[in-house]
């Protein structure tokens, strides 16, 4: 009951982000049924009047849908980015099944004998469609129309993975915040619009299936028509650029401490220029995602950790003073992606490892070294992408010989309740996690110092820079403001105390004087 009073003052306190969020969701899903209507209605037909390409047809569209979804928004990365452009191709890839296989099966299930009538009473071939084919098998299409829109508005709650906005963003907010009641905030809002879907897609299907008088015709085509009047209507008044605004799109990985950065960033600028400001918080994958998409300019600005800079996008392996890491990495970035760093922010947001105090107590474990001589009767657990970094876990095997019992792979903002599950024993963290704090564990030290500095700054565009000189104005008092104690207590209000990023960048910003 302490959930669902929680969710009840999420729905209240944050109904606007929940709106806006819901807009961003509904469109997304339209643009994608509309799409896919036009493909799946158009292969349908087509695959009835040409049987050679109909086994070829059906068997890539059934092969598409055996692929995992997320897998696909990660495959379509590299080929148009992150956001919109990502998410609707892959929607609509996985629409078309339901939508091609009913119409066809429609159309194909029309008597015969009724088809050679119509021929026999001097019927055209389209007439014999229009007239006979379509009028039968539209039920049919209409099944399948209502499987693919409730199947589309369901699947549009991932496309928060890779920036693309919808009510999933709230679910992945809520994960990445540890907030139960943002999670079924987001959950609910995406059952209520999927059910709502349903239920109007089946008031259309008992329409069509029965005779109706033409009033109804006319309550069923005007209402139609202002359904469609207003999603047009919306999707002007969404649609970013529509004015010629000048914006500014500002983005940031999957952590509560990223979401607090960026809403920082965004509120800064906000406050400060007439600029408008487009949020892509929480894109999953970080900088691997990220930083593709700010070469490509889908992205103009985020925070970023010098040691991740350093070791996973220029790829470098030697240590450096964290000094001058950051003037060489500044000029790496500048010379080789056009990208600037405006500045440091004070924290060192390294990674460690971790385990419960009585855990480490018990075997007497305070450093990495000790732990990799105990470490076969342990389980890990990491995020995935740990295991892929240059700075991740196989190069830290190879200073540390970890032969631990288990390896687990899962999401990042899951470690935690792994280890209070005690689904495993040791997890890396972040330094300035503030649930180290609250679960009572300790951070080994890193006795051979594998991980370099993760300093916290900002990376812009230089081109954006050029266009919009006074964004380095603006964000310059951030720099050297946000010491180690700063974020962890920032992290734990969002984490433990359950505050929203919002509410706690807007805190620190008027508390440090850097709002007018």
């Not at 349903?198 to 015709?217: C, M, Q």
């Not at 105390?497 to 508390?511: G, I, R």
Request: no cysteine; hydrophobic share 45%; proline share 4%.
């Amino acid at each position: 009951m302490e959930l669902v009073r929680e969710t009840l003052i999420t729905f209240v306190e944050r109904h606007d982000y929940l709106l806006e969020l819901l807009l961003q969701h509904i469109i997304l899903s339209i643009s994608a049924i509309a799409i896919i209507v036009f493909i799946g209605v158009g292969t349908g037909i087509g695959i009835l009047y040409y049987p050679k390409t109909r086994g070829v047809i059906l068997g890539v569209v059934n092969f598409i849908y055996t692929i995992p979804s997320i897998a696909m928004f990660g495959l379509f990365i590299p080929l148009v980015g992150i956001g919109f452009a990502n998410a609707l191709p892959v929607l609509v890839l996985y629409g078309l099944l339901p939508m091609i296989r009913n119409t066809y099966t429609g159309l194909n299930e029309v008597e015969p004998q009724l088809i050679d009538a119509a021929k026999a009473m001097g019927a055209t071939p389209m007439q014999v469609f229009a007239r006979v084919r379509w009028p039968l098998a539209f039920p049919t299409v209409l099944s399948g129309f209502r499987t693919m829109t409730v199947m589309t508005i369901a699947l549009a709650g991932l496309a928060s993975f890779i920036g693309a906005g919808g009510l999933g963003q709230a679910i992945y907010r809520g994960i990445n915040t540890n907030n139960s009641s943002l999670i079924l905030a987001g959950s609910v809002s995406v059952a209520i619009l999927a059910l709502m879907a349903d239920g109007a897609t089946g008031f259309l299907e008992k329409h069509f299936s029965r005779k109706k008088n033409s009033s109804g015709n006319r309550i069923v085509k005007y209402g139609t028509l202002i359904l469609l009047t207003g999603f047009i209507f919306l999707l002007i008044k969404w649609s970013p650029g529509t004015f010629a605004r000048k914006e500014i799109v500002v983005a940031s990985k999957p952590t509560a401490e990223q979401y607090i950065l960026g809403e920082i960033i965004a509120q800064m600028i906000e406050n400060h220029t007439e600029l408008s400001v487009t949020r892509k918080l929480g894109i999953g994958g970080g900088t691997s995602n990220i930083h593709p998409a700010i070469l490509s300019g889908e992205v103009d600005i985020y925070p970023e950790y010098t040691g991740t800079a350093w070791l996973f996008v220029l790829k470098e392996t030697s240590k450096q003073n964290p000094d001058d890491l950051f003037k060489v990495l500044k000029e790496n970035y500048l010379s080789k992606y056009d990208l600037n760093w405006l500045g440091l922010l004070g924290f060192n947001n390294t990674f460690t490892l971790a385990m419960p105090e009585n855990t480490a107590r018990e075997h007497n474990v305070k450093t990495f070294s000790e732990l990799a001589q105990v470490s076969s009767g342990f389980s890990f657990g990491a995020e995935f992408d740990f295991f892929e970094r240059e700075d991740g876990f196989s190069a830290l095997q190879e200073v540390y010989p970890f032969a631990f019992d288990k390896i687990v792979e899962l999401d990042i903002n899951l470690k935690f309740q792994a280890l209070a599950n005690k689904t495993v024993d040791v997890i890396n963290a972040f330094s300035t996690d503030s649930r180290i704090r609250e679960m009572d564990l300790r951070v080994l030290k890193d006795d051979k110092s594998f991980f370099p500095a993760y300093q916290a700054g900002i990376v812009i565009r230089n081109e954006t820079l050029l266009n919009y000189p006074e964004l380095e104005e603006v964000l310059s008092p951030l720099m050297h403001q946000i010491d180690d104690s700063t974020m962890i207590q920032m992290n734990y209000e969002v984490e433990i105390l359950k505050k929203s990023p919002e509410e706690v960048a807007f805190s620190f910003l008027k508390s440090h004087q850097l709002l007018q």
